[in-house]
């Protein structure tokens, strides 16, 4: 069964940090792009950060650059989100989806292939 599984959210108080993890089975990880996609309760759905599958190629909504940092370990068959300073508005359930070795270069959900079900962060203030 090919599967996305992402792990590591919860509950942080403002300018905490969290490590998400998407770790991938049934398939390898290292053909595929991954990007990080959240949504907030009535908002849609935005791309957060991609990790192309070399991990050469790196793209951060700027909101979360500098605080954000997407790695990857393909001997894991993971992906991580390293989440630091965190903002009330950063909130929401957190998604990561794969396709095919580079990032959709307009962050489209539509251009991705495979989903994990999501894990809930939740910053207060």
């Known amino acids: 069964q090919l599967r996305l599984v992402e792990s590591g959210g919860g509950l942080v108080q403002f300018g905490g940090s969290l490590r998400l993890s998407c770790t991938a089975s049934?398939?390898?990880?290292?053909?595929?792009?991954i990007g990080w996609f959240r949504q907030a309760p009535g908002k849609e759905r935005e791309g957060v950060s991609c990790?192309?599958?070399?991990?050469?190629?790196?793209k951060y909504r700027d909101s979360v650059k500098g605080r954000f940092t997407i790695s990857r370990d393909d001997q894991k068959n993971t992906v991580y989100l390293q989440m630091n300073s965190l903002k009330p508005e950063d909130t929401g359930v957190y998604s990561c989806?794969?396709?095919?070795?580079?990032?959709?270069?307009?962050?489209?959900?539509?251009?991705?292939?495979?989903w994990g079900q999501g894990t809930q962060v939740t910053v207060s203030s």
């Open positions: 989806a794969a396709k095919g070795f580079i990032c959709d270069p307009n962050d489209d959900p539509k251009g991705y292939d495979r």
């Open positions: 049934g398939f390898p990880l290292r053909s595929y792009a």
């Open positions: 990790i192309s599958s070399s991990g050469q190629q790196t």
